[in-house]
């Protein structure tokens, strides 16, 4: 079992940059997939980024890519993900999630372990 905790969200104007973090405890860090979604107010949750358990391979959303960079730090048990440029089109709550191996990656429904999220706003 792992658990998750997200950290640094906040408000930002468009054009500007925040990097949150996936702090994880109670597991083998290098053991898991991690993931980052959002959800914004009246919409489905969608698929933001995902890294692999430990050789760095990466994939992102098509409304993401080029701005946003996912990483991890297995020596401190932390997943990252850098937002750059960000659009109000952003905004959304993003939550990191875990699993050993997700029968797919981009798939919400395949990640066992969650976190609670973090507000991310982008104001125009």
């Known amino acids: 079992q792992v658990q998750l905790v997200e950290s640094g969200g906040g408000l930002v104007q468009a054009g500007g940059s925040l990097r949150l973090s996936c702090a994880a405890s109670?597991?083998?860090?290098?053991?898991?997939?991690m993931g980052w979604f959002r959800q914004a107010p009246g919409k489905e949750r969608e698929f933001v980024a995902v890294i692999d358990r430990s050789r760095g391979r990466t994939d992102y959303a098509d409304s993401v890519k080029g701005r946003f960079t996912i990483s991890r730090d297995n020596a401190k048990n932390t997943a990252y993900l850098q937002m750059n440029s960000l659009k109000p089109e952003d905004t959304a709550v993003y939550s990191c999630a875990a699993d050993t191996r997700p029968l797919s990656s981009r798939s919400a429904t395949n990640y066992d372990h969650w976190g609670q999220g973090t507000q991310v706003t982008v104001s125009s």
């Open positions: 109670g597991g083998t860090f290098s053991n898991y997939y």
